[in-house]
């Protein structure tokens, strides 16, 4: 015969408590008398459901924020009115504005790198050459 313990909280506080409420109900005839510590346990119980359902409501909180925030940043570049594409117009805007002096968008807050950006061709013949590597290394080993 097995008796599990659950491994889901809701579910091993409500035991908790249950094994809580039989103790004190029995008082010096409960057998559980004898384990160290017995006494904390309505205590233990009682704070563990009691940040167990605040820790319920602040997810509920967690994801309802979450959902405003990513709701004002929107999913793409190309929706009118998110964050996105505010952003990305504004960095098209000062990019123009500042054409030569693409430094100058530093202050709005932006990160310019100074590297030029790489073309298809440099790109696939730096995946080819890691590919290469990889390889060589694997024969190796």
């Known amino acids: 015969m097995r008796i599990p313990i659950p491994q889901n909280p809701d579910d091993f506080i409500t035991l908790a408590l249950a ?6 109900k029995l008082g010096a005839a409960s057998p559980l008398k ?3 510590g017995i006494d904390q346990l309505a205590t233990l119980a009682a704070t ?7 820790a319920s409501q602040l997810y509920e909180q967690a994801e ?7 709701k004002a940043i929107g ?10 594409f505010l952003v990305s117009a504004s960095r098209d805007v000062l990019t123009g504005v500042n ?17 030029q950006q ?8 730096a995946k080819a050459a890691r590919a290469a590597m990889k390889a060589a290394k694997n024969k190796s080993a």
Do not use: M, Y
């Open 19 to 24: 094994i809580s409420v039989q103790h004190a």
């Open 34 to 36: 004898g384990i160290q």
């Open 48 to 54: 563990a459901s009691t940040q167990n359902g605040l």
């Open 64 to 70: 309802t924020a979450t959902e405003a925030r990513d």
């Open 75 to 84: 999913d793409s570049v190309e929706t009118p009115g998110c964050l996105r």
């Open 99 to 115: 054409k030569g002096a693409a430094h100058q968008l530093g202050d709005w807050g932006f990160t310019v790198n100074a590297t």
């Open 118 to 125: 790489s073309t298809t061709e440099q790109k696939a013949a």
